[in-house]
Nanobody
Framework: QVQLVESGGGLVQAGGSLRLSCAASGIIFSSNHMGWYRQAPGKQRELVARITNGGNRNYADSVKGRFTISRDAAKNTVYLQMNSLKPEDTAVYYC???????????WGQGTQVTVSS
């Protein structure tokens, strides 16, 4: 059974930093692209960052240079380091796993990030 559990969200002032964690169980990184998505009130869910099963990283233009996605295979955990946070980064952040063989998407429950101005 696949389970993704996010943590690390919270309230931070603009310019601050947060690190989100996604503890994954029931999957292996070599078979899954891992990503972070976010959804702000009244907006569609959008991709923030992705690390492919091969280790390639992609970022939304809005977070390039500020956010970094990484993974620790030994801990089966994916991270999103968020620096220079802006109020427009406020959203619920979701961890995602996309199986490269079955193309099944798995989602975590989300963690709230609020950036005050």
């Amino acid at each position: 059974q696949v389970q993704l559990v996010e943590s690390g969200g919270g309230l931070v002032q603009a310019g601050g930093s947060l690190r989100l964690s996604c503890a994954a169980s029931g999957i292996i990184f070599s078979s899954n692209h891992m990503g972070w998505y976010r959804q702000a009130p009244g907006k569609q869910r959008e991709l923030v960052a992705r690390i492919t099963n091969g280790g390639n990283r992609n970022y939304a233009d809005s977070v390039k240079g500020r956010f970094t996605i990484s993974r620790d295979a030994a801990k089966n955990t994916v991270y999103l380091q968020m620096n220079s946070l802006k109020p427009e980064d406020t959203a619920v952040y979701y961890c995602n796993a996309l199986n490269v063989i079955s193309h099944i998407n798995y989602w975590g429950q989300g963690t709230q990030v609020t950036v005050s101005s």
